[in-house]
């Protein structure tokens, strides 16, 4: 089984943090490996970072696009490795040899999606963040980070980001594939290792808009009693725990 992996990083205006991830990018010692970066048509310097790099990448342009998942699609397009995964501006693998404990944990396993914990920064800190084991917690919630994870290119060329959704669902088109991968019955593994590190402030740091965006997702649209109140629990319990700390 071939283990090329296509590491893909979408961009818009975010030179202080562009080169940082794409050199956590040709930090890994895992040889059979590919870089496409997509950028949005910056305007802040971006661009020319990326074009420093340009012999080392098997596909980068600077353009107008629709969107982070319209950008995401793009890299999809170009990809041709056997796995994909996202590393987005900001974001770094943990250590060097992420993408080699990843391919080498993967070996005997029969998996269509892999994917492992994360480590979420936040004012110079960082913690662990403890993916689910069980794939079947997605009928409620995600069972991991999108960034955290390998999609088989194959597949994921077949199930790409529903831009139709955009208006719906916002920043969680990511979470709605996956859960499209879930309900269509491909094979979920995890392996036992962090795969990035993250920072916590962002456009998606709006837990009730998530909370709420996730519940449309796992009940497929239509009224589901529970996880509407699963939805008005763990909303009730994020919002005590915040005003107590």
């Given amino acids: ?21 794409m050199e956590s990018y040709f ?6 490996k590919e870089y496409i ?10 661009a020319d970072i990326i074009k420093g790099y340009g012999d080392r990448l098997a596909f980068w342009c600077s353009e ?14 170009h990809a041709s490795g056997d796995w994909i995964n996202f590393l987005n ?21 029969e998996a269509d999606i892999l994917y492992g914990d994360s480590q979420e920064r936040c004012n110079g800190r960082s913690r662990h963040i403890e993916a689910y084991a069980n ?4 009928e409620l919630v995600p069972a991991y ?41 491909f094979r979920f593994r995890k392996l036992d290792l962090e795969i990035q590190s993250y920072q916590k402030e962002g456009v998606s740091d709006n837990y009730i ?21 699963h939805f008005l629990r763990i909303t009730s319990q994020t919002s005590i725990k915040r005003l107590i700390h």
């Fill in 1 to 21: 089984m071939s283990n090329k992996i296509s590491v893909i990083t979408v961009v818009f205006n975010d030179k202080a943090h562009i080169r940082q991830t």
């Fill in 27 to 32: 930090s890994q010692t895992w040889e059979e």
């Fill in 37 to 46: 970066v997509i950028d949005g048509g910056s305007t802040d310097g971006t």
């Fill in 64 to 77: 107008p696009d629709g969107g982070i998942y319209d950008a995401m699609n793009k890299g999809i397009s």
């Fill in 89 to 109: 501006s900001g974001d770094v693998f943990v250590d060097e040899q992420v993408l080699q404990r990843c391919m080498e944990l993967s070996k005997g396993i």
């Fill in 135 to 138: 794939p079947g917690i997605m």
């Fill in 145 to 185: 980070r999108h960034g955290a994870s390998f999609v088989k290119a194959d597949v994921h060329k077949a199930n790409t980001f529903d831009l139709g959704k955009r208006d719906q669902l916002g920043y969680a088109l990511d979470w709605e594939q996956i859960h499209r991968l879930y309900k269509q019955g």
């Fill in 209 to 229: 808009r998530s909370y709420w965006y996730n519940y449309i997702i796992t009940s497929d649209g239509r009224f589901n009693l529970r996880k509407f109140l």
